[in-house]
């Protein structure tokens, strides 16, 4: 999956930065996005997975993949993200159904690593691996909590939030129930209505009173 043409959580196109040389090709990106999955699913680990290798796995040159990914730590980080869902378009109706949404997708996430070995694995090696976990946390976990922070201010600026509440604590309020849930306990339920509940309970003792 190529990141040129993609979205951003609340349905913004994704900036891209400038290429070196020739034009992104999508079919290529595709084949040295799929290269790396094939070699991952053949039970080849991180560590061993070398530009070159993958560039001979997806029958293109090392300089191809360069010119696209400055490393193989950003290589990695669009790979786990062709292999998850894509993220979401927020409806920008009220705080409320973009939390649902933000939520209702790290659910979704969380069946697909549930379901997915290479997932799984690749996840477990990546905390192992300081240089991919910190491309993954600044190239997707920040932008999405950036996005998450946007939400809860805009929640504040219209009245649906309290003024008074630390927003970075109210994120791990909302997220916390379904990361335990899909990270640190792969076997409890995951309902089609959990993000519903989750956020609604907490939004319970977060509305400011009624005037």
Known sequence: MSLAGSRTQDGRAREVSPVRGRPRSEAVERSIIEGVMKL?????????????????????????????????????????????PPEPVLPGTSMRDDLVVLLEAVRRRGLVNRSSAILHNVFAQMKSSPKIWDAYHANVV????????????????????????????????????????????????????????????VLQGLRPPAS
């Not at 530009?51 to 997806?58: G, P």
């Not at 040159?61 to 062709?82: H, S």
């Not at 003024?163 to 997220?175: C, H, I, N, P, T």
């Open 40 to 84: 991952l699913e053949d039970g080849v680990p991180l560590a061993e997975l070398s530009i070159e290798r993958v560039a001979r796995t997806a029958g293109v040159g090392k300089a191809t993949i360069y010119r696209r990914w400055r490393g193989k730590e950003e290589l990695f980080v669009d790979v786990l993200r062709a292999a998850e």
């Open 142 to 201: 920040a932008p999405r909590r950036r996005v998450l922070a946007d939400i809860l201010r805009r929640g504040q600026g219209n009245g649906e939030l309290r003024a008074d509440v630390d927003l970075d604590l109210l994120g791990d309020l909302f997220f916390g129930p379904m990361l335990v849930r899909t990270i640190m306990r792969p076997d409890s339920p995951l309902p089609e209505d959990l993000a519903e509940v989750v956020v609604d309970t």
